[in-house]
């Protein structure tokens, strides 16, 4: 029995101190506090590389869980919607959210029994052996103890020195640090997608309303020289001119409609378990949104990027697994410790009254000696793998400061803009305004007021499109910077 307490206690502080966690984070890599020095030029100031600090053990948060199942609307019922409601139903049903989601559910799983391979397992043998009897001891086979042979056994099994299992275990952890990073990314790269389909729908709405007013612009320029005509003012070619850019107007409001129906079923598709769910958007096409400082994005995008968070913990996780690669040419100690009967009766006694319960306490050291190199090529292999995380994870690194650039300065371009748009929009409906009047007055002719109709049908589809775009531009931007 102090055999039995001397082995059980050794294995399992042994196990215990195994299988403390490592310093690696088991949730994505937080921001990091210090930023690493380069250098910059007088026309270009110095960027840090993103993710070149050092990295924290972050708080604990609350796991990934399953989305919740989609209540469906009673049956007609139309649903009006803003953008966050659009974004959270998007989430529910966007296959690349919910591969990465259950992605990660997996790998943290992964740990849980990457965790439990370090302790000590317990397990119970039941067998019962018969030998046909030959009038000697064992029976006819002599390897046997007996005709009859009861085995009964509580069996405890655990690792005293395993170092390619502890390995493994912080190999899962890093595991799960990309599967969480690579969650993060479907969750921006979705709400990219859901800002285009969104405020493109609402784009197409206002592009109907802007053909709508074109096509009764192209009327009431049809009714004015038809009038023109019968007062002999107006050439009939005039009337004619008249009726062709109606006849446009027509068509471009056929296609603007066509064209809102496809932006309303594509995004139907993505929002709603159910063809055909009814719904309307909330238009906040107009509302302001403020672009910050470069510094501010820089500083945003550099802490807290998916992106790198899994090139960072893509090479962990690579460096973990060459570790666990080279822990397969150490030797490994592992324990048994055995409680039960092994014998010819079941019973606690023999006839004789000897005790027949009891236990037995065993611990065996593996030595690996030679496999023809396949050890020595799987770390071959776990080297070229982390030499391909660091290359890409430098990479992603340089990529990320020039989309930063080039998104942030086609925002900020798309910023500017607005307002001489919208000014556009302005002179255009002036500008068609006095032209009506000078051809009333006789003094502009029947192809300049089209001119000016159709100036102004573009420029306002032209203000539209422009507003679409700066959202665009601020989706993309925060794709690489999270939500400002």
């Given at each position: 029995m102090k055999l039995k307490l001397t082995f059980a206690t050794l294995a399992i502080c042994l196990a215990a101190r195994a299988q403390a966690p490592p310093q690696y984070p088991t949730q994505p890599i937080p921001h990091p506090t210090e930023q690493a020095p380069t250098t910059g030029t007088q026309q270009t100031p110095a960027v840090p590389m993103p993710g070149a600090q050092p990295i924290a053990n972050p708080a604990p948060r609350p796991g990934l869980q399953p989305l919740a199942p989609y209540t469906p609307p009673a049956p007609g019922?139309?649903?009006?919607?803003?953008?966050?409601?659009?974004?959270?139903?998007?989430?529910?049903?966007?296959?690349?959210?919910?591969?990465?989601?259950?992605?990660?559910?997996?790998?943290?799983?992964?740990?849980?029994?990457?965790?439990?391979?370090?302790?000590?397992?317990?397990?119970?043998?039941?067998?019962?052996?018969?030998?046909?009897?030959?009038?000697?001891?064992?029976?006819?086979?002599?390897?046997?103890?007996?005709?009859?042979?009861?085995?009964?056994?509580?069996?405890?099994?655990?690792?005293?020195?395993?170092?390619?299992?502890?390995?493994?275990?912080?190999?899962?952890?890093?595991?799960?640090?990309?599967?969480?990073?690579?969650?993060?990314?479907?969750?921006?790269?979705?709400?990219?997608?859901?800002?285009?389909?969104?405020?493109?729908?609402?784009?197409?709405?206002?592009?109907?309303?802007?053909?709508?007013?074109?096509?009764?612009?192209?009327?009431?320029?049809?009714?004015?020289?038809?009038?023109?005509?019968?007062?002999?003012?107006?050439?009939?070619?005039?009337?004619v001119k008249a009726e062709l850019q109606l006849e446009q107007r027509r068509a471009d409001l056929a296609n603007a409609q066509l064209d809102l129906e496809k932006a309303r079923i594509g995004f139907g598709v993505m929002l709603f378990p159910n063809y055909g769910q009814l719904y309307t958007l909330e238009d906040d096409l107009e509302r302001s949104l403020v672009l910050p400082p470069l510094a501010d994005v820089r500083r945003l995008a550099t802490t807290n990027n998916p992106d790198i968070r899994a090139a960072e913990?893509?090479?962990?996780?690579?460096?973990?697994?060459?570790?666990?690669?080279?822990?397969?040419?150490?030797?490994?100690?592992?324990?048994?410790?055995?409680?039960?009967?092994?014998?010819?009766?079941?019973?606690?006694?023999?006839p004789e009254g000897h005790n027949l319960l009891g236990s037995v306490a065993q611990a065996q050291m593996t030595v690996p000696i030679w496999n023809w190199g396949a050890t020595r090529s799987k770390i071959k292999q776990s080297e070229f793998r982390l030499q391909q995380a660091q290359t890409e994870l430098s990479l992603a690194q340089r990529q990320l400061l020039g989309n930063l650039d080039a998104f942030y300065e086609e925002a900020k371009l798309a910023h500017d803009l607005i307002d001489s748009l919208r000014r556009a929009v302005t002179l255009a409906t002036e500008n068609l305004r006095l032209t009506n009047l000078r051809y009333q007055a006789g003094e502009a002719t029947a192809l300049e007021v089209v001119d000016a109709q159709t100036t102004l049908l573009q420029a306002r589809n032209t203000l539209a499109d422009g507003l679409l775009r700066y959202r665009m531009a601020l989706a993309n931007l925060q794709t690489l910077t999270g939500v400002f």
């Open positions: 019922t139309s649903l009006n919607l803003n953008f966050t409601s659009a974004l959270q139903l998007a989430q529910q049903y966007s296959q690349q959210i919910l591969g990465a989601s259950y992605g990660a559910l997996v790998a943290r799983e992964d740990v849980v029994q990457a965790k439990a391979a370090l302790l000590p397992t317990p397990s119970a043998f039941n067998q019962f052996i018969y030998t046909q009897p030959n009038g000697t001891p064992s029976g006819i086979f002599v390897s046997n103890d007996g005709p009859h042979v009861y085995n009964q056994w509580m069996v405890v099994h655990g690792d005293i020195y395993a170092p390619a299992k502890i390995a493994d275990y912080r190999r899962a952890i890093a595991a799960e640090a990309v599967a969480r990073a690579r969650y993060a990314i479907a969750t921006r790269g979705l709400l990219a997608v859901v800002v285009q389909n969104y405020y493109g729908m609402l784009t197409a709405q206002r592009k109907v309303v802007y053909a709508q007013e074109g096509v009764s612009d192209a009327e009431q320029f049809l009714a004015i020289t038809q009038k023109l005509e019968a007062g002999g003012e107006a050439a009939h070619a005039d009337v913990a893509t090479v962990q996780l690579q460096r973990y697994e060459l570790r666990s690669n080279r822990a397969l040419l150490y030797p490994q100690l592992s324990f048994d410790y055995f409680y039960g009967i092994n014998a010819n009766q079941y019973a606690l006694h023999d």
